[in-house]
Each structure stands twice: as structure tokens, then as C-alpha cells.
């Protein structure tokens, strides 16, 4: 089961728990005329982890010499609150020789089982993919114009024929609506953010040189995600995550964005996890001593205990029978 929505898919797996297969994908999908799917691996692929990739579809039948390069962000969702879901991003360059890439280590298998820990609800397990496609090498799999087709096709199915095919038609070009903000066509939903960057940023895309729109809200939306992967807690966030996210900003450097105040927050940002690291090390270091200390008062009590009884009996005098 999976819906898609812009950029955004969301794969509900049902029964995950009772999977029997090593490997299992999710529906096919279509970002900016390209096809994808989702690959995942629900006992982990060699690892006590779930493993979550992204997928080229249809990749056999694509033209020789293809290659498409996307920036991608993977969530396992908690779906008892958002804010403790897990999202791993990463850029990538798929071809023949590498159709898929992802997170072998996604996600502790135990954690994920753990009944109370809102991930598995009533036996489903929710992922959503979010795909930013930069640029294309070869033919799309689907041109802009049956893009559009297949989303409004889509739209009759989940309403099973209650609507008109041309409500359908509205629907979908609501969906697909965009707003230019700076001379970046985003979406409704990006337009505070995107206005909040250049309020506070006013020279960010002075000097930046794609002119094709397609091309500008790709950079915009891995800008996007590159910030909402800085906004999560440093906890969650893995070395590979940092360096994918270092990946990420040069790639925005490299095509004219001034992002000098962005890279001064990811180093923020690496150093709070440093930080933290060490921290954790040395609160786990502290608990030891702790509890040894405890148990050497434990140890004393009980020692000062005897030795209180000890004195006490030493000072009782002695009773006629004991004397006679």
C-alpha cells in the first residue's frame, strides 16, 4: 500500500511482523518523470537492523548508459508522535551498476518490535520517502505530460469513480500548484519557510546560476531538507548522516548559493554531536562510579551495623547465671 503526494510517498507495510520474505517492495512511485520504488528488508540485510532503500524501477528496461542523481530523505515514522520518527537522508547517483541506495542500518529491529514503542501500531509500519531528482541522464521513464495523467488516473481509483474525471482534473492541478517566491516556484506549504530564508538571508541565490525552474526547485527542496535534518535532535543524527548532509551543502555551494551562515550551523551542529557523545560517555563513566560508591555504602552500613551490635553486646554486663 502506498500513496504518493508531490515529491512525497508514503508505504504503509501491513502484518510487518509476520513478513516471511527477506526482501519486499513497495509500489512504484513517480517524482519528475522518473520511477521509483522502495526496497526494504524486514529482518534486516546481514544486520539487527531494518534496511530501507531507494529503488530505480523498471531499471532492466532503462536505456543503456542511463543515470539519474537525487538527494533523498528515508523516515520510519512514530506514528504515537512525529517528533520521535527517524529520517535519514543522504545524495546519491543511481545507475545500472547501482539501481538502489540507502540505510542498511535504518533502524534497530528491536526498537522497532518494542510494543509500546509506537512504530509497529496494529501491525503496520508506516515509511515515507521524500525524493528531490537534481538532474537526469538519459530519457525520463514518464514525460511531464503523462505525469500528469497517471496522477489524475490515480485520484479516480482512490475515490472509486465517486467523483467526475474532471473533478479529478481540478484535484490534480491543485496538488501540482506552485508559488514563486524569489524566482523559486516551491509549494504552498514551503512559501513561510522559503520567505523566512531570503528575509534572513537576502543574498542567498545572488550569484546562483541555474536558470531552468525545474533545476531551481530541486536546489530549493534538498536546501529544505538539508535544514530539516539539521533541526533534528543531534542524538539521532549518525556520522554518516553529517557527512551527507556536508555532501549535501557543498553540492548547494557548488551550483552559486551562499550558504556561509548555514555552514557555520552544520559545524554547530557537528560539535553539539561531539559534545554530546563525549557527554553521554562520561555520564555512563559517572553512573559506574556511582553505583560502585553505592554499594561501597551499602557495604559500610551494613558493616557499621554489625559493628554497633558487636559493641553493644561487648557492653551488656553479665547476669547472675552467667556469672554462677
Not at 520521535?84 to 534497530?108: E, H, R, V
Not at 538571508?201 to 535534518?229: C, G, K
Not at 539521532?236 to 556536508?246: I, N, P, R, T, V
Not at 553521554?280 to 560508591?293: A, C, D
Request: glycine share 4%; proline share 3%.
Amino acid at each position: 500500500m502506498g500513496k504518493e503526494v508531490d515529491n512525497k510517498f508514503t508505504w504503509v507495510i501491513k502484518n510487518f511482523s509476520s513478513q516471511q520474505s527477506t526482501k519486499i517492495y513497495s509500489d512504484e512511485f513517480v517524482v519528475e518523470g522518473c520511477k521509483w520504488r522502495l526496497l526494504a528488508f524486514p529482518k534486516g540485510n546481514g544486520v539487527e537492523h531494518l534496511s530501507l532503500y531507494l529503488d530505480v524501477s523498471g531499471s532492466q528496461f532503462l536505456p543503456e548508459g542511463w543515470r539519474r542523481h537525487a538527494y533523498f530523505h528515508l523516515s520510519v515514522v512514530n506514528q504515537h508522535s512525529e517528533e520521535l520518527s527517524l529520517t535519514k537522508a543522504t545524495q546519491q547517483w543511481f545507475d545500472a551498476s547501482a539501481c538502489n541506495w540507502g540505510f542498511t542500518s535504518m533502524f534497530p529491529l528491536s526498537k522497532l518490535h518494542n510494543k509500546d514503542g509506537g512504530f509497529l501500531v496494529n501491525g503496520e509500519l508506516k515509511i515515507v520517502a521524500e525524493v528531490s531528482v537534481l538532474e537526469v541522464i538519459g530519457k525520463l521513464d514518464v514525460p511531464a505530460e503523462c505525469e500528469e495523467t497517471t496522477k489524475v488516473l490515480s485520484n479516480v481509483e482512490e475515490n472509486d469513480g465517486a467523483e467526475s474525471s474532471n473533478d479529478s482534473l481540478k484535484e490534480a492541478s491543485s496538488v501540482k500548484e506552485s508559488i514563486d517566491v524569489n524566482g523559486f516556484r516551491v509549494l504552498p506549504s514551503q512559501v513561510e519557510t522559503v520567505s523566512c530564508i531570503f528575509e534572513r538571508h537576502p543574498d542567498i541565490a545572488s550569484e546562483f546560476r541555474p536558470r531552468n525552474q525545474n533545476l531551481r526547485s530541486a536546489y530549493m527542496n534538498v536546501l529544505l531538507s538539508l535544514i530539516d535534518t539539521m533541526c533534528q535532535p543531534t542524538q539521532e543524527l549518525s556520522k554518516d548522516d553529517l557527512a551527507d548532509a556536508d555532501a549535501a551543502l557543498a553540492y548547494l555551494t557548488d551550483a552559486g548559493l551562499n550558504l556561509n551562515w548555514l555552514e557555520e550551523k552544520l559545524e554547530e551542529v557537528s560539535e553539539k554531536k561531539e559534545i554530546g557523545e563525549a557527554g553521554e560517555t562520561r555520564v555512563h563513566e559517572i553512573e559506574e562510579e556511582l553505583k560502585e560508591l553505592k554499594l561501597k555504602c551499602s557495604n559500610l552500613e551494613a558493616q557499621l551495623e554489625k559493628e554497633k551490635e558487636d559493641v553493644s553486646l561487648a557492653r551488656a554486663p553479665l547476669s547472675f547465671d552467667d556469672v554462677v
